[in-house]
């Protein structure tokens, strides 16, 4: 609502010179924060000192109250409350009372049970009042003139009475207009020009470069998040007046609905894209602490692209079970670690990650050695998700391509890897091995070990899958049900994907589940799988329809 | 992997400012195991002793609490043979916001008033409840032995 109304300061470019740009750059690319205001308390005190001032009477904000829009307010300025009408859930007592928000972007009802003391901005406030407010020197007068809107001026100038107020006071600019403010002079929106009548001008510069050093000082201390213990990044304040950096606070409540600075039970949803940040507050830091703010944000942004300091180890794992390309694979996600995750993944945009079956035998994994994980996996991409209140999730995923884990390493308990992309065997190899195989017979003895079904055509394994399914579905087999067949499709006819399909629908234990996702021709897919046709049917000499499991 | 900032200033700090009969120092080559030392509280049965533990900053910290465990032998209702502490910010009271500083305080407390109600060594809290005086001279006695080294 407030349009930066400081252009008396334009002009003035020392305030921007002590930014890192690059660091500028980068967190100006997140989109996260775009102003540079308050650099400089000779230039910029007004604006440093509306930091302060209630948007509703314009005072310096007393016992403030951040409201579930993110706006801060002071007690007193609260409007009238009254009963809320038609509320029979929760019900609680402290809920009944509301009032209508007065900030005009929000107008919404809010509960009085919402608006609790806003801890670290109460804190922030006190520093205010102990640097600028106690100044008692007599020395640095300021002459502090009021700007009138160009308009009114204009409407009003034709009577000639309605002059520029101005008031000298002392302290320097930063003090002067604070005192002000605290008298009432000055509304939210007042701009003023400040001159010195101090004999020497550059003291007085000086003077305030010192006042809002210390204040910054200060200042950054207070505004520490409890659970990272760095500056806040994109603060959110809870109903109970706490406040924690946006993703702080998604993190702690993966693991615990309740506040970590005073355990209330917190009513928020578990993602929180939805939730207003502090406003106010995030108008002080990008104020007031903006080269470190600049600096965490760029920390944070590489921290999460990549495996931290660990650049290569970018995709994250999850060990859960066997998923093939082509294939959906849906997901219930409610460990703390795989959801922050899942959030990660679909915040950065790649909405993806690697799935893993669980090394249960300790099978030594390649280069890895024993590895918690089968070192190859496949790469599942995120269609939908449904999400529900306390932060669970089914999601559902298809997978993309295969992978091997050239190397891995754990991130916030999570496991992040670096993969390779596993393809199949050239075609010109897929169909050497076929001629190969195929001709076997004239070239070897018949007393070789392989059953003579090894030797058919690639084609030929195919129509056996077929027909093997379509015996199976005549039989109405359990794994054949329509709702399996909803999920993972009719039978492709694709031999490459044939044995994924079947893979997903017919039951068959993991490590064979493996060997297929490890194998890279198509022609080798296809006999493992008419190798468990085999032993299916022969099993079924002895108990009929029921389902074996290879 | 690169340590977070929490733990790197939480280690800033306890350096910076030490709790006094409390002193925990990480190991060089794992930043995330503290070997901890906590003086037994004065008008304890634990006064005097000087008591070694462990202490691990699992993956996910702070989201999950510090492990910590008594390696110097301590007869106590809720800290048991291998030493495990029966503290509830350690388990379900846990939040981001206690820190190492805090646990090893409680712990410190935990020492200085013994909970036999809400026991991890049931024996050592059935001893408690039907004879106090001879089950704090035991502690006394284990104190002596195996803390004042």
């Known amino acids: 609502m407030h349009q930066s109304p400081h252009d008396w300061a334009k002009g003035s470019t020392t305030h921007t010179a002590n930014t890192d740009d690059v660091v500028m750059e980068k967190l100006l690319a997140l989109g996260e924060y775009s102003g540079e205001i308050g650099s400089d308390g000779f230039y910029d005190a007004r604006a440093i000192v509306r930091l302060t001032q209630c948007l509703v009477c314009s005072l310096p904000l007393q016992h403030p109250r951040t409201l579930p829009c993110g706006n801060s307010i002071c007690l007193r300025c609260l409007p009238q409350f009254y009963p809320r009408q038609n509320i029979s859930y ?12 007065p900030f005009p972007e929000c107008q919404k009802e809010h509960s009085v049970a919402d608006c609790t003391l806003d801890v670290t901005l109460s804190k922030v406030m006190e520093i205010f009042e102990r640097e600028l407010g106690s100044c008692q ?48 002079e000055l509304y939210y929106d007042t701009d003023v020009t400040c001159v010195s009548l101090a004999s020497d001008h550059r003291d007085s510069a000086v003077l305030d470069r010192e006042v809002l050093q210390t204040l910054k000082a200060k200042i950054t201390s207070e505004v520490e998040c409890q659970v990272c213990y760095g500056l806040f990044l994109d603060p959110i304040t809870t109903y109970c007046g706490h406040t924690f950096c946006r993703k702080c606070l998604e993190r702690v409540l993966d693991h615990s609905r309740d506040c970590p600075a005073c355990r209330r039970r917190l009513h928020l949803p578990n993602v929180l894209p939805a939730q207003s940040s502090n406003k106010r507050l995030t108008e002080l830091l990008v104020s007031l602490c903006s080269e470190a703010l600049a600096h965490r944000a760029t920390v944070v942004a590489i921290e999460e692209m990549a495996g931290s300091d660990d650049d290569d180890l970018t ?54 050695g024993a590895a918690p994980f089968m070192q190859y996996g496949t790469m599942l991409q995120i269609e939908g998700a449904n999400m529900y209140p306390d932060g669970r999730s089914d999601i559902w995923t298809v997978g993309v391509s295969r992978f091997r884990v050239k190397r891995w390493g754990i991130r916030d308990d999570y496991i ?59 039989i109405s087999a359990p794994w054949l049900h329509e709702n399996n067949i909803l999920a993972f499709g009719q039978r492709p006819d694709d031999p ?52 074996a499991i290879v | 992997m690169s340590l977070p900032k929490r733990i790197i200033k939480e280690t800033e700090r306890l350096v910076a400012e030490p709790v006094p009969g409390i002193n925990a120092v990480p190991h060089d080559d794992n930043l995330r195991y503290f070997d901890v030392t906590i003086h037994g509280p004065a008008q304890s049965p634990y006064e005097g002793g000087i008591f070694r533990l462990e202490l691990f900053l699992p993956e996910d910290y702070p989201m999950t609490p510090p492990k910590i465990r008594f390696l110097t032998k301590i007869y106590h209702p809720n800290i048991d043979k291998l030493g495990r502490i029966c503290l509830d910010v350690l388990k379900g009271n846990w939040s981001p916001a206690l820190q190492i500083r805090t646990i090893l305080l409680s712990i410190q407390a935990l020492l200085g008033a013994p909970n036999p109600d809400d026991p991890l060594a049931n024996d050592v809290a059935q001893r408690w409840k039907e004879d106090e005086p001879a089950a704090i001279q035991t502690a006394r006695d284990w104190t002596r032995t195996h803390a004042m080294v």
Request: proline content about 7%.
């Open chain 1, 416 to 474: 992040v890897s670096d993969i390779e992309r596993v393809e199949d065997i050239p075609i010109l190899e897929e169909e050497a091995l076929e001629a190969l195989e195929t001709s076997l017979r004239i070239q070897m003895s018949s007393q070789d070990l392989l059953p003579p079904w090894t030797r058919l055509s690639t084609q030929s394994l195919l129509q056996i899958g077929h027909n093997f399914v379509d015996q199976m579905q005549a």
């Open chain 1, 315 to 368: 995709t994250p794992l999850f060990v859960c079970t066997a998923s093939y390309p082509g294939m959906p694979t849906p997901l219930h996600i409610f460990e703390p670690r795989y959801r922050l995750m899942i959030r990660r993944v679909c915040e950065n945009g790649t909405r993806r990650f690697g799935m893993l079956l669980p090394n249960r035998s300790g099978q030594l994994q390649g280069e890895l």
């Open chain 1, 137 to 184: 020197s007599e020395e640095m007068p300021v002459e502090v003139k009021e700007i009138l809107d160009p308009e009114l001026s204009d409407f009003e100038s034709d009577g000639g009475e309605c002059g520029e107020r101005k008031w000298t006071v002392d302290g320097g600019r930063l003090v002067a207009i604070y005192t002000l403010i605290k008298r009432g």
């Open chain 1, 496 to 547: 490459a994907m044939f044995p994924y399909w079947l893979a997903s629908v017919l039951p068959v234990a993991e490590n064979e589940k493996y060997r297929l996702l490890v194998c890279t021709s198509v022609r080798e897919r296809l006999k493992m799988v008419v190798g468990w046709i085999k032993k299916i049917e022969s099993h079924r000499w002895f108990c009929s329809a029921t389902c």
């Open chain 1, 90 to 101: 929760p019900g609680l007592p402290s809920r009944q009372d509301g009032f209508q928000c």
